[in-house]
């Protein structure tokens, strides 16, 4: 009995002797056996496993294998594609080594478990060519996590070190979708099992993992392409950081958008990774470029005159941020519908949001912009008037979204050429404007409005205007019409929608001079210290419906020398441009008016105006109205040109004849005088000369008299048919 049993346990021996020999000498093609047995009967031989060299030591735990390649098999492929068994993405990996320590190798052989301390996985290479449809969905990362990894019970490493990999995502057309490109990545404590299984593969991203990657590039909609350079990620410290993100157009090749240190703190991993909410402390960003478009219609603003601004949607389900900052920024605002023109480009762009952000679903971005409590500066933005002529500059803005108030330091209309220069181009008369508001305060914005109609809705606005215009008289006259040009019209053609409840001017300037053909000669007509209330600045249908007429009341100083105040009402709700105006000129020395009425009208006054007032109505067409001017001592004086313009020499005759013509005082023997006046509008003159025209007519109507001016009349007449003969 000893003998069998000493017999039977030195066969046990030998062939234990036996199988370690054989094992040593074989498990190499042992384990590349099972390994390709393995991925091919669990991807329908779809795919097969090749590698070069390996070394194991199944004492220590450890594998090395060398230039590994996991392919699909191209014949499989085209059979499977043929029975429309073809999965939706087919993968080609490459790794140049794999290490691995701490193998429990029995455990992998016998009970299909694969236990290791640590793996290093050097110079994978992965491309995923989506067969299917253009993108790669979540459920098709599932599908090859799961053919690969099969029915193994359970898959831990205490640590995986993936170094310099590159991932390429493909289309069917073999386009390049998706490429990472020098990616480093640590992930601790991996494990799968039944708690945790190939159905939670993005878990695996949430906790214990750090990423640095070198550049993400990633091919959008319309062939827009986005580029991503040091990318870090780390879940430990719950933070993502982007060195650099910039963003083409299709065919364009200028970055559309560039943002430089996008830095994300206090990350919620699990929300980002898994549920596709952004839920985070604080992001910040440095700032760099962005371009925006006013988009085309929605059915919500097809019936809006200018179409609002177009935002990316849906960037993430849920958004919760304690803050957000953006730095200095470039932004570019480009029309659609309209790429050729010239973009509007604001300088240096600031962004914060100081409290929390929460949205709950919708459009993300839109939602923190009408819901957030954020403010916005800007060192402003520049243009060109669509005839070059002038430089349209705003400097120095600031909005805040949380009190619904916005300020701008200056808003300038700027000639870039000289006054001479501009009459030297001009075929024929023209103003020529030279405008700067500053200290611009508007109050009661709503920002919504703005953001999704394009529509200026203001409650008060406050600014210092001012304004210079010069005409030059001595080029030939402009015979375009300018009738549909009155300010309420021009108001009502504006592409913005806009309803201003109240504006307050303060401060302001007024300056309106011209060159007179007779003389050469500029006269100025200014008004200082204007200060005034604009009420119901409108062109919106549902505004002008509850109140048709424009309001405005002001005063100010009449050429440094007498008060005035005026209220004008222009209808809203008319098409023949009705008006209405009222005003008043307190008392100052006639001779203030010379500055005005010499170099334009070739006459001189004397004496005391004590007080003019008027009223007027009018149309594109006429104005009428009466004028009350009461003055002392009243005289005249008549000039012509002498020589060429050079010098003024006085009609002395005429005048002795002119002042025996006129009243020199009102009211006179104890009566004042008014004068009713009509005045037809010359329709190639501007609404500004109308009125002119208008109260010269009742000013000269209260001077001469009615008999004294149907005489002069006809002594002008007179004395045009004598020159008439004498040609």
């Not at 409650?459 to 205007?465: G, K, M, P, Y």
């Not at 013509?661 to 500004?688: C, E, Q, V």
Request: charged fraction near 25%.
């Amino acid at each position: 009995m000893k003998k069998i049993f000493a017999g039977i346990l030195c066969l046990l021996l030998l062939a234990a002797g036996l199988a370690y020999w054989y094992w040593q000498n074989h498990k190499k093609s042992i384990v590349k056996n099972l390994l390709q047995n393995t991925i091919s009967d669990k991807t329908d031989s779809l795919y097969y496993l090749h590698y070069d060299s390996s070394m194991i030591d199944e004492i220590n735990g450890s594998a090395y294998f060398r230039n590994v390649y996991l392919q699909s098999d191209s014949e499989q492929a085209a059979l499977l594609k043929h029975t429309d068994s073809l999965p939706n993405v087919l993968i080609n990996i490459f790794i140049r080594t794999i290490e691995a320590s701490g193998i429990d190798m029995t455990a992998y052989v016998n009970d299909q478990v694969v236990h290791a301390k640590q793996i290093t996985i050097t110079d994978p290479r992965v491309q995923i060519i989506n067969t299917g449809a253009n993108q790669l969905k979540f459920e098709d990362t599932l599908a090859i996590y799961k053919k690969i990894v099969g029915e193994f019970k359970s898959i831990r490493a205490d640590e995986i070190k993936i170094i310099n990999a590159t991932f390429i995502s493909k289309n069917k057309a073999e386009d390049i979708q998706v490429k990472v490109s020098h990616a480093n990545i640590n992930l601790q404590k991996f494990k799968v099992d039944s708690t945790r299984d190939y159905s939670n593969i993005l878990s695996y991203f949430i906790d214990n993992i750090v990423a640095e990657v070198d550049s993400i590039y990633l091919k959008g909609q319309n062939n827009n392409k986005t580029y991503l350079t040091r990318i870090n990620y780390n879940t430990l410290k719950k933070s993502l950081d982007i060195d650099k993100i910039l963003s083409f157009a299709a065919n364009e090749s200028e970055a559309s958008t560039e943002l430089k240190q996008l830095k994300c703190n206090k990350l919620n991993i699990s929300a980002f990774v898994q549920q596709h909410r952004l839920q985070a402390g604080n992001i910040t960003c440095a700032g760099g470029r962005v371009t925006v478009y006013t988009g085309g219609p929605t059915e919500k603003t097809k019936n809006i005159k200018n179409k609002s601004f177009e935002f990316p949607e849906e960037f993430f389900d849920e958004v919760e941020i304690g803050s957000l900052t953006l730095g200095n920024t470039n932004l570019i605002i480009r029309n659609k519908l309209h790429p050729e023109k010239e973009p509007l480009h604001v300088k240096n762009l600031k962004f914060s949001v100081s409290n929390e952000i929460n949205v709950i679903e919708g459009n993300t971005f839109r939602n923190i912009i009408e819901k957030a409590k954020w403010k916005l500066s800007a060192e402003g933005f520049s243009l060109l008037s669509e005839d070059k002529i002038y430089a349209i500059q705003v400097n120095d803005i600031a909005i805040d979204r949380h009190t619904q108030s916005a300020t701008i330091k200056r808003f300038s209309v700027k000639p870039r050429i000289t006054e001479s220069e501009f009459v030297r181009q001009s075929k024929k008369q023209g103003d020529y404007y030279n405008i700067d508001i500053s200290n611009i305060q508007l109050g009661g914005i709503d920002i919504n409005k703005l953001l999704n109609e394009a529509l200026v809705d203001v409650q008060q606005a406050s600014l210092c205007l001012n304004l210079k215009v010069y005409n030059d008289r001595m080029l030939p006259v402009n015979n375009d019409s300018k009738v549909g040009k009155y300010p309420q019209q021009l108001l009502l053609k504006l592409k913005v929608p806009l309803y201003i409840r109240r504006a307050l001017i303060q401060k302001s300037v007024i300056s309106y001079r011209e060159r007179a053909l007779a003389t050469g000669q500029v006269g100025n007509v200014l008004f200082t210290n204007v200060n005034g209330v604009v009420d119901n600045i409108t062109n919106i249908p549902a505004y002008i419906k509850i109140n048709p007429v424009l309001t405005m009341n002001g005063s100010g100083m009449f050429l440094n020398k007498g008060s005035a105040t005026t209220e004008w009402k222009l209808r809203l709700d008319t098409n023949d441009g009705a008006f209405g105006i009222t005003g008043h000129i307190g008392q100052m020395d006639a001779a203030a008016f010379n500055t005005i009425s010499v170099p334009l009208g070739l006459t001189s006054v004397k004496g005391q105006v004590k007080d003019v007032s008027f009223a007027m109505t009018g149309n594109d067409y006429s104005a009428q109205g009466r004028l009350t001017m009461l003055y002392n001592n009243l005289k005249i004086e008549s000039f012509k040109v002498d020589g060429a313009r050079d010098t003024l020499k006085s009609k002395k005759l005429e005048n002795v004849f002119s002042n025996a013509l006129i009243k020199n005082d009102n009211p006179a023997n104890g009566a004042a005088r008014s004068a009713d006046f009509t005045y037809k509008r010359d329709l190639n003159k501007s609404f500004f000369n109308l009125i002119w025209k208008s109260l010269f007519d009742g000013i000269q109507k209260t001077v001469m008299g009615k008999g004294s001016l149907q005489l002069q009349k006809e002594l002008n007449k007179l004395k045009t048919n004598k020159k008439a003969k004498n040609k």
